[in-house]
């Protein structure tokens, strides 16, 4: 028979490994909820598959933390990937490969989808989005019972200051006379500033290289820190302008559809009279010049000084699993 003592160590040895035992299974656990977080990849404002602007939805809910959801993002390495820390709530943080932004639109387009297509019941036709900027409202469409497309409503714009012709061209890499004179460029904002540059055609459109040292100095002195060229040329007839947009201070080279600065665009568009309306709805082609053809639909009116900006298109399921 073994003395008090010993049966006591004993014991406590047993109960020593069996707590921490249990903590480590516990740990595992909670480690493998974190991995477990699942994500989605999207092709938003595409024109097929594989085009338009990929994205990484991700369903991470209270599972990770600021840091975690930016090193995800570098990770994943699109434009943008998106974080949904509330399905119930419709709450989302969006993230590029260097940055958090209160607000972008492709990415709002395409975690809408897939909160429509994976979590709310039925065939809802809005819903509002809870970024960092607020509450953004979205539009869903159907055709033959299926999600066809997704729209966003931008809010009201705000014009900036102007931008002589000469310092953008050299930005660009173009001559001064091939930006279109007849317009000025302008920064606008309908949650991200974007300077707006009307182009002549879509030869000066292609040709458009960013100086990266002409377009770090620019930056350093303006809210805006991208750029949105178009032109009234297009690739596919069918399509009224061709943009292209940059924004290096983002992570983000060269944009292949940008939901927020076409919602600029859109703005400075009515502002300037472009089309010599008040009111437009309008194709928009993007992503030509990068492998990435994209569609934007914009539809948008004037009226009294105020303004009313939705942008919509085509949001594609790519693929989908689990971090690891």
Not at 45 to 67: M, T
Not at 105 to 132: D, S
Not at 223 to 236: G, I, N, Q, W
Request: glycine share 8%.
């Amino acid at each position: 028979m073994k003395p008090k003592r010993i049966l006591d160590l004993v014991n406590f040895k047993k109960t020593f490994y069996n707590y921490y035992s249990y903590k480590s299974v516990i740990n595992a656990m909670n480690e493998l909820k974190i991995e477990g977080i699942p994500f989605y990849i999207v092709d938003v404002f595409a024109v097929d598959k594989y085009s338009g602007n990929q994205l990484a939805v991700v369903i991470s809910r209270n599972k990770l933390n600021g840091e975690e959801m930016q090193r995800i993002a570098k990770e994943m390495n699109y434009s943008e990937t998106t974080f949904v820390t509330s399905v119930e709530n419709y709450e989302v943080r969006i993230f590029t490969p260097e940055v958090e932004l209160p607000f972008a639109g492709h990415p709002t387009v395409g975690t809408a989808y897939i909160l429509q297509r994976e979590f709310m019941k039925g065939k809802a036709k809005t819903m509002a989005l809870n970024l960092k900027i607020g509450q953004i409202p979205i539009l869903f469409k159907y055709k033959g019972g299926v999600l066809s497309e997704t729209w966003i409503e931008h809010r009201e714009p705000g014009f900036s200051g102007f931008f002589g012709p000469d310092l953008i061209a050299d930005v660009l890499s173009i001559e001064e006379n091939e930006i279109d004179g007849r317009f000025k460029i302008q920064e606008v904002s309908t949650g991200i500033p974007t300077i707006i540059v009307p182009l002549k055609s879509l030869d000066v459109v292609k040709k458009v290289s960013i100086n990266i040292d002409k377009y770090t100095q620019l930056i350093q002195n303006t809210e805006a820190k991208s750029l949105l060229v178009f032109c009234a040329e297009t690739y596919d007839k069918n399509n009224d302008l061709n943009v292209r947009f940059f924004a290096d201070y983002y992570g983000v080279p060269e944009d292949p559809a940008t939901g927020s600065a076409n919602g600029c665009l859109a703005a400075y568009l009515l502002k300037h009279d472009y089309f010599g309306k008040n009111k437009i709805e309008i194709r928009v082609e993007q992503g030509y010049e990068i492998g990435r053809k994209s569609l934007l639909l914009i539809r948008a009116q004037e009226k009294a000084g105020k303004y009313y900006i939705t942008v919509g298109g085509k949001v594609i399921l790519i693929a989908k699993g689990n971090l690891l």
